[in-house]
T-cell receptor
Framework: KQEVTQIPAALSVPEGENLVLNCSFTDSAIYNLQWFRQDPGKGLTSLLL?????REQTSGRLNASLDKSSGRSTLYIAASQPGDSATYLC????????????FGQGTTLQVKP | DAMVIQNPRYQVTQFGKPVTLSCSQTLNHNVMYWYQQKSSQAPKLLFHYYDKDFNNEADTPDNFQSRRPNTSFCFLDIRSPGLGDAAMYLC????????????FGPGTRLLVL
């Protein structure tokens, strides 16, 4: 059974810091991995999607890496800003006929001005 | 422009009183998903439609049903809501099942009194 874990559960940093969020999964047989952002009381916004054959994806100040063999992904946020404050969730897609996403519980990030 | 729309954004219902949540999409995607996210927990897939084909997750309670009358709309019916069903309900769509980003709506927060 696939399980996704995110560490830490919460993180508080001063503005301008570079930071890394971690995601681990127990079964390396995944189709892709996706990072989402969730603002309080809101839905999810997709940030980056990494196919199983890829090692990393970049979008602006965000960089996500994937190491399937070790069951790990990281989300790197450069030069953090208060507007980055949110919960970040990673999710792995499993199965060839469901497109089902297994989510981690998220890391809640606070960036202080 | 909103692509995945959920109505209502907040729903209050009474214990045991049936309730229907609505999701619509302008993306013409083939797949529509319903996730349940309880407070501070990971979103959990309840079921999905691939076109008109319904796929229920094994651990989704019978109390939860879904309808998809056309490509654009999908409904979540909770036949007899219990206090434990209070959660954020997220609708998502994807063009196809594999290697695709899922687009999420803003969610409907359900409160059961």
């Amino acid at each position: 059974k696939q399980e996704v874990t995110q560490i830490p559960a919460a993180l508080s940093v001063p503005e301008g810091e570079n930071l890394v969020l971690n995601c681990s999964f127990t079964d390396s047989a995944i189709y892709n991995l996706q990072w989402f952002r969730q603002d309080p009381g809101k839905g999810l916004t997709s940030l980056l999607l990494i196919q199983s054959s890829q090692r990393e994806q970049t979008s602006g100040r965000l960089n996500a890496s994937l190491d399937k063999s070790s069951g790990r992904s990281t989300l790197y946020i450069a030069a953090s800003q208060p507007g980055d404050s949110a919960t970040y969730l990673c999710a792995v897609r499993i199965g060839s006929n469901t497109g089902k996403l297994i989510f981690g519980q998220g890391t809640t990030l606070q960036v202080k001005p | 422009d909103a692509m995945v729309i959920q109505n209502p954004r907040y729903q209050v219902t009474q214990f045991g009183k049936p309730v229907t949540l609505s999701c619509s999409q302008t993306l013409n995607h083939n797949v529509m998903y319903w996730y349940q996210q309880k407070s501070s927990q990971a979103p959990k897939l309840l079921f999905h439609y691939y076109d008109k084909d319904f796929n229920n997750e094994a651990d989704t309670p019978d109390n939860f049903q879904s309808r998809r009358p056309n490509t654009s709309f999908c409904f979540l019916d909770i036949r007899s809501p219990g206090l434990g069903d209070a959660a954020m309900y997220l609708c998502a769509t994807s063009r196809d099942l594999l290697s695709e980003t899922q687009y999420f709506g803003p969610g409907t927060r359900l409160l059961v009194l």
